[in-house]
């Protein structure tokens, strides 16, 4: 099937592409370079399109779906007469776009103003009663389902979107479970981080069940300890990883939600139920069925559950073979080119080598820009970091024809600052148990480009990252300057109780952290970063320097005039 790539180019020119009346005459959502935008999925390429005052959503598939027509004939009967407001419209289009003369299937909704789950979340932290309010809706759109035979199948972050009223939408229903289709089986596992480590074919009404008490005790716990947030989501989900699942014994979120007396239970039911057997689930998180005798059953934990791939960003070429896969890219930024455009905002590029060269990119673009700031410091002083980035790669083809990977950053969070000795134990597969975040311990920008090994075997060197002009030009940004904290963002609109007269304030904390993710696994082998001088430490040897000159310049200055005066006085 096509690739993003090619779904892109094929929407510079809607009028040729697409086969329905709204979609050929509207425009594609473009970003501040005119390329169409896209959210990127594990199996599909989400665009905007805009025509007469209207938005939609194209799905537009870059992996196969099996029967994926018979399904979605049956979820459009199901969505427009269930009548359910949590669910929106939806027409699958057989060959509602054509890339290279082929037709490809789509699929359109309506576009939704909402805020995936997540982000939502992030902005909401300290409004316990939004997040309580939001929890009732999901759980109620869940038993809704449920009661009418149905089940979603990949509910996660991205798939719930939170509109400003309050009430919530669910979206993408390729792995939905209705009745009428049971007998096609499952199209989909659903997403890592909300699943239980045994499913796999399982496709029945039951399916959401594990994911709903995830999400729901991941919301009741945060307004209990907001400071979960901080120290368990890394952008990819709420508080749980797919090794939490994989191995609850030595879960830290489980063990910190135990601690919390009005949810100790649930988070024991949870954590029961991650031991048992798939089918046994739903009896276990509803106290139906006796917690396991043993404290630890062993689970095989499938691959799909490891997490994304791991890559050094110098790895150009691999990087290039995976384009449209999700990925964790680890290097050390040599420049980062800010630009501001009077329609498309402020965005930058952050380079791990010579642009001019096609080396891999990560894309800040104006929306997600300002949450990185306030995440892990301007991105304009992060030159000499080690970073690490997680999300789908993409392809951006310059003028010449060189092929240059990127990621265009969807979530702040997916990206953290990490020490020299951490982007070397990614790159190894070194840390154990790597999927489960730790408390956030944030290094600081010194720690981040140390040169000090955390072994005592310092480990192989390769070549360091060649220095251009382009690099030296950026160079001089680099500053360890503090993040300004965050202010608490206002109460959403859909909580109508007036505030009290004298209404207690969050007090102004340190500088916010950037947030743990846990460290995918290693699937290749790669070279290990180089540890670097600190390019902070740069300036001060240059002032050093200069100074010296000018002393120099000085004493010669000062021995001449003495050699004329006496030359004067012998004449």
Same mark, same amino acid.
């Given at each position: 099937?096509p690739?993003?790539?090619?779904?892109?180019?094929?929407?510079l020119a809607?009028?040729?592409?697409f086969?329905?009346?709204?979609?050929?005459?509207?425009?594609?959502?473009?970003?501040?370079l005119?390329?169409?935008?896209a959210?990127?999925? #594990?199996?599909?390429?989400?665009?905007?399109i805009?025509?007469?005052?209207?938005?939609y959503?194209?799905r537009c598939?870059?992996q196969?779906? $099996?029967?994926?027509?018979? !399904?979605y004939?049956a979820?459009?009967?199901?969505v427009?007469?269930?009548?359910?407001?949590f669910?929106?419209?939806?027409?699958?289009?057989?060959?509602?776009?054509?890339?290279?003369?082929? +037709?490809? +299937?789509?699929?359109?909704?309506?576009?939704i =103003?909402?805020t995936?789950?997540?982000? @939502?979340?992030?902005d909401?932290?300290?409004?316990t009663?939004?997040?309580?309010? *939001?929890?009732?809706r999901?759980?109620?759109?869940v038993?809704?389902l449920?009661?009418?035979?149905?089940?979603h199948?990949?509910?996660q972050? &991205?798939?719930?979107?939170?509109?400003? =009223?309050?009430s919530?939408?669910?979206?993408?229903y390729? &792995?939905?479970y209705? $009745?009428?289709?049971?007998?096609?089986?499952?199209?989909?596992?659903g997403?890592?981080n909300?699943?239980?480590?045994?499913?796999?074919?399982q496709?029945d009404g039951?399916?959401?069940?594990?994911?709903?008490a995830?999400i729901?005790?991941?919301?009741?716990a945060?307004?209990?300890?907001p400071k979960?947030w901080?120290d368990?989501?890394?952008? =990819?989900?709420l508080?749980?990883?797919?090794?939490?699942?994989?191995?609850?014994?030595?879960?830290?979120?489980?063990?910190?939600?135990?601690r919390?007396?009005?949810i100790?239970?649930?988070?024991?039911?949870?954590?029961?139920?991650?031991?048992?057997?798939?089918?046994? *689930?739903? =009896?276990?998180l509803? &106290?139906? #069925?006796a917690? $396991?005798?043993?404290?630890a059953?062993p689970?095989?934990q499938?691959? @799909?559950?490891t997490?994304p791939?791991v890559?050094?960003?110098?790895?150009?070429?691999?990087?290039?073979?995976?384009?449209g896969?999700?990925?964790?890219?680890? /290097?050390?930024?040599?420049?980062?080119k800010?630009?501001?455009?009077?329609r498309g905002?402020?965005?930058?590029?952050?380079?791990?080598g010579?642009?001019?060269?096609?080396?891999?990119t990560?894309v800040l673009?104006?929306?997600? !820009?300002?949450?990185?700031?306030?995440?892990?410091?301007?991105?304009?002083?992060?030159?000499?970091?080690?970073?690490?980035?997680?999300?789908?790669?993409t392809?951006?083809?310059?003028? &010449?024809?060189?092929?240059?990977?990127?990621?265009e950053?969807?979530?702040?969070? #997916?990206?953290?600052?990490?020490? #020299?000795?951490?982007?070397?134990s990614?790159? !190894? /597969?070194?840390?154990?148990?790597?999927l489960?975040p730790?408390?956030n311990? %944030?290094?600081s920008r010194?720690?981040a480009?140390?040169?000090q090994?955390s072994?005592?075997?310092?480990?192989r060197?390769?070549?360091?990252?060649?220095?251009?002009?382009s690099?030296?030009?950026?160079?001089?940004?680099?500053s360890?300057?503090n993040? %300004?904290?965050?202010?608490?963002? +206002?109460?959403?609109?859909?909580?109508?109780?007036?505030p009290?007269?004298?209404?207690?304030?969050?007090?102004? /904390?340190?500088?916010?952290?950037?947030?743990s993710?846990?460290?995918p696994?290693?699937?290749?082998?790669?070279?290990?970063?180089p540890?670097?001088?600190?390019?902070?430490?740069?300036?001060?040897d240059?002032?050093?320097?200069?100074?010296?000159?000018?002393?120099?310049?000085t004493?010669?200055?000062a021995?001449?005039m003495?050699?004329?005066?006496?030359?004067s006085?012998?004449?």
């Open positions: 099937m690739d993003r790539v090619a779904y892109r180019d094929a929407l809607p009028a040729a592409a086969t329905d009346a709204r979609l050929r005459h509207g425009q594609a959502q473009k970003s501040p005119g390329q169409p935008v959210a990127s999925g #594990a199996f599909a390429v989400t665009f905007t805009n025509h007469s005052g209207r938005r959503a194209v598939f870059t196969h779906r $099996p029967q994926l027509a018979d !399904r004939q979820v459009t009967e199901f427009r007469t269930g009548k359910l407001d669910l929106v419209p939806v027409d699958y289009l057989p060959g509602g776009i054509r890339v290279s003369d082929n +037709p490809w +299937p789509v699929v359109v909704m309506p576009w =103003d909402g995936c789950l997540n982000d @939502w979340v992030d909401n932290l300290h409004h009663a939004a997040l309580d309010h *939001v929890r009732r999901i759980s109620e759109a038993d809704t449920a009661a009418r035979g149905a089940a199948g990949d509910l972050h &991205g798939n719930i979107l939170v509109l400003p =009223d309050g919530i939408r669910l979206i993408d390729d &792995g939905m209705l $009745p009428t289709l049971a007998k096609l089986g499952a199209a989909e596992r997403h890592r909300y699943q239980h480590p045994e499913r796999s074919q496709y039951t399916i959401d069940s594990f994911a709903a995830v729901g005790l991941s919301l009741t945060l307004t209990h300890e979960l901080n368990f989501n890394h952008g =990819d989900n508080i749980f990883t797919a090794a939490d699942f994989a191995n609850p014994s030595e879960s830290a979120v489980f063990d910190r939600l135990e919390i007396p009005s100790a239970e649930p988070a024991r039911r949870l954590r029961d139920a991650c031991r048992v057997p798939y089918e046994q *689930v739903p =009896d276990v509803n &106290g139906r #069925a917690a $396991p005798r043993t404290t059953r689970v095989v499938p691959l @799909w559950l997490g791939q890559l050094e960003a110098t790895e150009r070429d691999v990087l290039l073979s995976l384009n896969t999700e990925v964790t890219v680890v /290097g050390r930024i040599t420049a980062v800010t630009m501001t455009l009077a905002g402020t965005f930058s590029f952050v380079n791990f010579d642009y001019r060269q096609a080396a891999f990560v673009w104006n929306k997600v !820009r300002p949450s990185v700031a306030r995440n892990i410091g301007d991105p304009d002083s992060l030159p000499g970091s080690y970073i690490s980035v997680t999300g789908h790669l392809q951006y083809h310059r003028p &010449g024809g060189l092929a240059q990977p990127q990621i950053l969807q979530h702040a969070r #997916a990206m953290r600052v990490i020490t #020299a000795a951490d982007a070397n990614l790159l !190894r /597969g070194t840390k154990v148990n790597p489960i730790q408390p311990t %944030p290094p010194q720690q480009t140390s040169t090994p072994t005592p075997t310092a480990p060197q390769p070549p360091a990252i060649p220095t251009t002009p690099t030296k030009r950026y160079a001089d940004v680099f360890s300057k993040t %300004p904290t965050a202010p608490v963002p +206002p109460l959403p609109p859909f909580l109508s109780p007036a009290p007269a004298t209404r207690p304030t969050v007090p102004a /904390g340190p500088a916010p952290t950037q947030r993710q846990p460290a696994v290693r699937h290749t082998t790669s070279r290990p970063i540890s670097s001088p600190n390019p902070a430490s740069k300036p001060a240059e002032e050093t320097s200069w100074n010296f000159v000018v002393g120099a310049i004493a010669i200055g021995l001449l003495i050699i004329i005066c006496l030359s006085t012998l004449r």
